[in-house]
């Protein structure tokens, strides 16, 4: 079983920053890929960013250019760091891990934007 525990987020303004952080616990296997989703009311979850225990990261379109994907293989985590935010990137953020075919979840963190 995994765990991921979030932290970071909250409210800011448009063109600031935020630094979300996840560390995973329990049982993982070495090759995964962590990364994080958002949900904003009345949508579906979508990726934000990815990152392999490889390294290699895929973003969605909308934050390329604006928003940082890292991990530390040897602690388990993975940070988002987020500049130049907008307000269209209110949401849920959510933590994820996948491996050995099942993806996990955090509890999810909420970010906010104001205009």
């Known amino acids: 079983q995994v765990q991921l525990v979030e932290s970071g987020g909250g409210l800011v303004q448009a063109g600031g920053s935020l630094r979300l952080s996840c560390a995973a616990s329990?049982?993982?296997?070495?090759?995964?890929?962590m990364g994080w989703y958002r949900q904003a009311p009345g949508k579906q979850r979508e990726l934000v960013a990815v990152?392999?225990?490889?390294?290699?990261?895929n973003y969605a379109d909308s934050v390329k250019g604006r928003f940082t994907i890292s991990r530390d293989n040897a602690k388990n985590t993975v940070v988002l760091q987020m500049n130049n935010l907008k307000p269209e990137d209110t949401a849920v953020y959510y933590c994820?891990?996948?491996?050995?075919?099942?993806?996990?979840w955090g509890q999810g963190t909420q970010v906010t934007v104001s205009s």
């Open positions: 990152i392999t225990s490889g390294g290699s990261t």
């Open positions: 329990g049982s993982i296997f070495s090759i995964n890929v």
């Open positions: 994820s891990l996948r491996h050995v075919g099942n993806q996990n």
